[in-house]
C-alpha cells in the first residue's frame, strides 16, 4: 500500500518570501505524484503533477516541486508567495500502472502567508 | 466546462438521523469517487465507481453507509444511521476525458453531526 507523509502541519511565511512544502511518499510500484491545494470551504484544485519525464514540474500560480525517487520525496515550492496563497496544501499519490486507481494523500500542510 | 456538482453545501443533523449527499459529475467523465475528509487530515477514499459498477468499496463503512450511481452519472451517498465521528467534509470526484491521470473534485459536502 502508498502512504504519504508531509512532515509540516503548519508554515507561516512571510510576503515575498520562498517557501517550501515538503512531501515524502512510501511506495512497493511506481507512483503518480500530485500537489492540490485547498481554500477555505472550497473543493480541491490540482497544483501539478508528476506522471513521468523531467523531474521538476512546473504548475499554476507559480508553483513547482522535483521528483526525487532516490529519496522518495516531491517538495512543492515557490520562490516568492502571496497573501492569496494562504490555503492548506495536500500531496498525494496514485498508482502509475493503473489510470484509475484513487487518490492516497498526506495529511495537508496549512500554508499561512503574513503580510 | 461545468464542474463537479454536489449538493447540499452544508448539513447538520443529530446522531442517528439519516442524510445523503449528491454529485453530478463533469459530463462524460466514467469514474466517480467519495471521499472522507475529517478535520485535520486528508481525504480519504470511501467509494470509487467506473460507470455505474462500483470498483472499490473496502474503506466504506457498510453497516451505515451506502452509495449507488445507477445510470452511471449522479452518484448518491447515504449515511444511516450517522454518528458524531461522521462529521467530515465529503467531497466528490470524477476523472476521465482527455485528462486521464487527474481528478476534478467538488466543493464538498460539510456534515455535522451533534
Known amino acids: 500500500a502508498q502512504s504519504v507523509t508531509q512532515l509540516d502541519s503548519q508554515v507561516p511565511v512571510f510576503e515575498e518570501a520562498p517557501v517550501e512544502l515538503r512531501c515524502n511518499y512510501s511506495?512497493?510500484?511506481?507512483?503518480?505524484l500530485f500537489w492540490y491545494v485547498q481554500y477555505p470551504n472550497q473543493g480541491l484544485q490540482l497544483l501539478l503533477k508528476?506522471?513521468?519525464?523531467?523531474?521538476l514540474v512546473k504548475g499554476i500560480n507559480g508553483f513547482e516541486a522535483e521528483f526525487n525517487k532516490s529519496q522518495t520525496s516531491f517538495h512543492l515550492r515557490k520562490p516568492s508567495v502571496h497573501i492569496s496563497d494562504t490555503a492548506e496544501y495536500f500531496c498525494?499519490?496514485?498508482?502509475?500502472?493503473?489510470?484509475?486507481?484513487?487518490?492516497?494523500f498526506g495529511k495537508g500542510t496549512r500554508l499561512s502567508v503574513i503580510a | 466546462e461545468a464542474g463537479v456538482a454536489q449538493s447540499p453545501r452544508y448539513k447538520i443533523i443529530e446522531k442517528r438521523q439519516s442524510v445523503a449527499f449528491w454529485c453530478n459529475p463533469i459530463s462524460g467523465h466514467a469514474t466517480l469517487y467519495w471521499y472522507q475528509q475529517i478535520l485535520g487530515q486528508g481525504p480519504k477514499l470511501l467509494i470509487q465507481f467506473q460507470n455505474n459498477g462500483v470498483v472499490d468499496d473496502s474503506q466504506l463503512p457498510k453497516d451505515r453507509f451506502s452509495a449507488e450511481r445507477l445510470k452511471g452519472v449522479d452518484s448518491t451517498l447515504k449515511i444511516q444511521p450517522a454518528k458524531l465521528e461522521d462529521s467530515a467534509v465529503y467531497l466528490c470526484a470524477s476523472r476521465g476525458g482527455l485528462a486521464v491521470n487527474e481528478q476534478f473534485f467538488g466543493p464538498g459536502t460539510r456534515l455535522t453531526v451533534l
Open positions: 498525494a499519490v496514485s498508482l502509475s500502472n493503473s489510470g484509475n486507481t484513487p487518490l492516497v
Open positions: 511506495s512497493s510500484v511506481s507512483v503518480y
Open positions: 508528476y506522471l513521468s519525464g523531467s523531474t
